[in-house]
């Protein structure tokens, strides 16, 4: 077959898992913070409401493509394509299965890390280009959380790549099957982690780069109709792989206890998938439970408090891992 | 420099989320399922009908007059025998304030406090509502007064005592 045919199609196919993981998460969210809120969510559409999702993208794109006309106009058209791109090339790193993984990179997490450290990025790019002051301040937070909390969570990913041996996030999978789940011998890394995915995906209680009630809408202020519905998909695929980076690093990817990683066969995407969105109902429990952080304790928060403890737990399982192999010769 | 707590507001707060993630909503889907009004609830005025469907209106505009915001206008025209005719019962829902005032002041309990809330509509001409259109007053019921006595003849004021 011809590549370029196969390459569109794996593209389009792509494209299409994550519009429907991007509105399954959107779906549940309401759900999940109205349940929070003593409310229901949606209800009228569809049995509980799950029809609500098709007139929301139908109007997203419908709607009038509204340009200011004091933009910074090439920013302006190219901000959402930045933020949604690497959202969408993140998803070839994910192992949903040992055979379902788009491209087994040995440095997959590095490579996931790189896209997701572009979208801050293009965040700046659109508060930039919209000339409007709540959308600049909202990115320059963006900025600064990413800055912030980028450092102890790449910090606290390094820790089930020392145990395992491996920058390959199948590795690290296959790893856990012979031996525990990371969460236990790693779970100060795991806590890092979740509070820096958070941050990293922008939600409450850090979601100061779109504080509705300080900054409108933040650094999407200006953008309507369909480049709004980009960077609202991509916010939430992100959520989708930090959940999934997560789970596959600390719990034990499409694996489960007592069971042959080899013969799971197609459950294996079916577990993933379900502990992935397991993990998306901690980030929602989370957001529908806090309150929003001031920018200087968020700041603080990160550099005084996660990154000095990521540093030290580090150096401490580096030196433990170091330990253990010196003495067995050979990984854990 | 500030002593470091353990933060066990976060977990606190967590708890209660988990609590409330499994409690009973506390919201009505409103136009599948509405509150019980109370019983003194007071909304639009409507007309109170008797057994026979007939309402008792005795165009006699206490209502209209009594009424702070002038919104009720009673249209009557009276013919020779002094019997009232009403052509519209005009009531200005839009402006009403709903605070009972015509219904405490009709003599002949003709109208009351309805309990309809529902009170949005599409079209602004419909927030005036003829409540009585075209039809016959009701006679007010007379009380046979005793018939006039003489004062008594002969009979003094008491200042002669």
Known sequence: MNPWATGIIHTLLLIVIMLLNGSMIIYMLRKVLGHLHLRLGPTELGPGGILQLVPDIVKLLVKEDRHPGTTDRWLYIIAPVIVFVPALMAYIAIPFSDKLIGFDVNLGVLMLFGFLTVIPLGIFAAGWGSHNKYALIGAMRAVGGAISYEIPLLLSALIPIMLAGSFS???????????????????????????????????????????????????NTEYSAMRFGFMYLAEFSNNFIMAAIMVCLFFGGWSLPFIDPNSM??????????????????????????????????LAFGWKKLMPIALVYSVVVAFFVKLISMKTGGGL | MARWKFPVGIFKAMRIAWINLWRKNIVIQYPHEHYEL???A?????????????????????????????????????????????????????????????????????????????????????????????????????????APTMKAEGGTDGDDS
């Open chain 2, 38 to 40: 109370p019983a003194r």
């Open chain 1, 265 to 298: 066969g197609v459950f294996a995407p079916i577990v993933f998938i379900i502990k992935t969105y397991l993990v998306i109902f901690a980030f929602m429990f989370v957001r529908g439970t806090f309150s929003r952080y001031r920018v200087d304790q968020m």
């Open chain 2, 42 to 146: 007071r909304w639009s005025v409507e007309m109170t009908l008797d057994e026979n469907g007939h309402h008792k209106c005795t165009g006699c505009k206490i209502c209209e007059n009594t009424c702070a915001d002038y919104i009720i206008n009673i249209d009557l025209s009276v013919d020779e025998e002094r019997n009232k005719h009403i052509n519209h019962w005009l009531y200005q829902r839009g402006a009403c304030m709903m605070c009972g005032l015509c219904v405490e002041a009709c003599p002949f309990d003709a109208i009351h406090m309805g309990k309809n809330i529902e009170l949005a509509y599409f079209d602004k001409e419909d927030l005036t509502d003829d409540l009585l259109t075209d039809i016959d007053a009701v006679k007010p019921p007379r009380k046979e007064r005793p």
């Open chain 1, 169 to 219: 996030l199948k590795a690290i999978t296959m790893a856990q099957t012979t031996s525990i789940w990371y969460w236990l011998p790693a779970f100060p890394a795991m806590v890092i982690f979740f509070i820096c995915s958070i941050m990293e995906t922008n939600q409450s209680p850090f979601d100061m780069s779109e504080a509705e009630s300080e900054l409108v809408s933040g650094f």
